[in-house]
């Protein structure tokens, strides 16, 4: 099937424009997603973690980029953790989450193999 040139420019666009802003981080992936598929754009995994890191908000990103990760899933599952954890504790807990994270190999951390 034939996609006209035209609509791939748009969804290159979406896709480059794409932030998370007040999207949970597994809508906006789900949205990343979405219009990879569209776009029928297939990239590197790096690229794909590159993208996602770059469309985060300000304070997860600043959390979730010290570590290293091998799939786009990895920097997925940490920050949709650390968005519960925002979400559901006081700002106390918060705190302690990015004093432990600072500390923590990143293959122990919050139980996931990273």
């Not at 794409?18 to 297939?42: C, G, T």
């Not at 920097?75 to 953790?81: D, F, G, K, S, T």
Request: hydrophobic fraction near 35%; aromatic fraction near 8%.
């Amino acid at each position: 099937m034939h996609i006209p040139s035209y609509y791939e420019r748009v969804l290159m666009d979406k896709l480059q424009r794409l932030r998370q802003r007040s999207m949970s981080v597994k809508e906006y992936r789900q949205q990343m997603e979405l219009l990879l598929l569209r776009a029928r754009l297939r990239e590197e995994e790096r690229t794909s973690i590159a993208r996602f890191h770059g469309g985060l908000t300000m304070d997860v990103r600043d959390k979730a980029k010290l570590l290293p990760y091998r799939d786009l899933d990895e920097p997925v599952q940490l920050c949709i953790r650390m968005e519960q954890l925002k979400r559901n504790s006081s700002s106390k807990s918060y705190m302690a989450f990015t004093l432990i994270q600072e500390r923590t190999k990143p293959k122990e951390f919050w139980g996931l193999h990273l």
